[in-house]
Structure formats: structure tokens, C-alpha cells
């Protein structure tokens, strides 16, 4: 009954581009990104390095850019950003440790 959760069906569709796009096959993994984007409502970029025990609260309005690093067992409620202010620098994208809580609303 798990799978028919709509966060984990998201995660599912994380874990597959994610894995598609780091084999080389990045037309397939741009079109599941993109169809996962249009029925989730949320951005999880395929190169954003996500850990075991990764959790959703709820699957709506995330949006996790693509130098991002998240660690294990992490839980994290809807309507989080995990971002960088400015686009034109390398630097500034947020790297979540292992066991942490992003509550509703953080823009990180």
C-alpha cells in the first residue's frame, strides 16, 4: 500500500532519472524528470546527490537544484527549497547532513 503513496512514487521517479541520466541516458531521464515535475509538482533535479532513508512529508512544492547534496535519513516537509541565491556562481548550494527534519516553508 506504501507504493501508492504519492511521495514515494516521486522518490521512485527521483531514483530512476537520477539513475538514467548518471548511465548516459539523458534524453529518457529528461523526459521522466520533466513528467515527474507536471504530476508531483515538485523539482528534483536528476544530479542532486540524495542518501538512504530519504522521506517526504508531503510531495507538493519541493524543488532541490541539481549541486545539492542530501544525507541519510532525511525528512523533509513540502514547500522546501534547496537552492542557491545566485545562478552564475559554482558556489552556495546546500549540503544537508545525515538525521535532519526541513520543516514546511525553508529555503535554503
Excluded: Q
Excluded at 542532486?48 to 537544484?65: D, E, P, S, W, Y
Excluded at 537552492?83 to 559554482?90: E, F, I, M, P, S
Aim: glycine share 12%.
Amino acid at each position: 500500500m506504501a507504493f501508492l503513496s504519492p511521495e514515494v512514487r516521486l522518490l521512485f521517479y527521483y531514483r530512476l532519472y537520477s539513475e538514467l541520466y548518471m548511465l548516459g541516458f539523458k534524453n529518457i531521464s529528461y523526459f521522466l524528470y520533466c513528467r515527474a515535475k507536471r504530476i508531483y509538482a515538485s523539482d528534483i533535479h536528476p544530479c542532486c546527490k540524495i542518501g538512504a532513508g530519504f522521506r517526504l512529508g508531503h510531495h507538493m512544492n519541493i524543488v532541490i537544484g541539481p549541486d545539492a547534496i542530501i544525507g541519510k535519513n532525511v525528512y523533509i516537509f513540502n514547500g522546501v527549497t534547496l537552492g542557491k541565491r545566485y545562478t552564475n556562481t559554482k558556489d552556495g548550494m546546500p549540503v544537508i547532513g545525515d538525521n535532519v527534519v526541513i520543516g514546511t516553508g525553508a529555503k535554503l
